[in-house]
């Protein structure tokens, strides 16, 4: 019986077809931005007490579209499981070298080294999420905030990296693949892309995620005046007068 390896190298970069397929169905479409928007809100706020409750709203989004990348990355349509796409130092170091002499390999879903990418990635999410969560709730020491910290801008350098060989590779295989993250279609053949798009499934974790958006917000605490704290830090010394 034959059989179509989508994980291995497909052609070479100046004999793709012009056509295009479907290739990244919605709800792995929705999570990378979703992932992308929760990362950098997050990573904004993560100084700010005043927006304390975005960022551990968004650190918790993140952990929770992991999971769900992970189930979807076991059951999900063809390019978003890790079987896919996940495998071995020798094919990373063969993709690697072939893009070093120009001549890329091309790959209708992701590259041997934009996995290694997604993994690490995804690995570092829990790790934050995790290590946030017990730096919010005071479980551990300052070191574990601190390895929070760390994990973060890990993650940020990661993220740097991965943009970079996006774009990098875009310009290799003359193919715009961001935006093939926005509409999920790629240069392929017919039998390359993907039968469905599962936007129910896409639709219902956008669902649960601004749900839980709201939920947060309903159990926002009351704001107080904008000078609280420093009223507050003050009330000490006010007391000290009246003696």
Known sequence: MNTTSTSRAE???????RRTVLVWDAPVRVFHWLMVLSFAGAYL??????????????????GGLVGFRILWGLVGSRYARFSNFVRGPAAVARYVDAALRGQPEHHTGHNPAGALAILALLGLTVLVTASGWATFNEVGGGWLEEGHEAAANIMLAI????VAAVLLSSWLHR??????????????????????AWRTVAVLMLAA????????????PAAGPVDRPATAATAPSHDRDHE
């Open 11 to 17: 052609a070479p970069a100046g004999a793709l077809p």
């Open 45 to 62: 706020s993560a100084e700010s007490e005043r927006w304390r409750l975005l960022h551990v709203t968004l650190g918790y989004t993140m």
């Open 159 to 162: 993220v740097g990296v991965h």
């Open 175 to 196: 193919e715009n693949l961001i935006g093939a993250m926005i509409n999920g279609r790629k240069p392929g053949q017919p039998q390359d892309g993907v039968r469905s």
């Open 209 to 220: 995620v601004l749900g839980f958006w709201w939920l947060q917000w309903q159990s926002a």
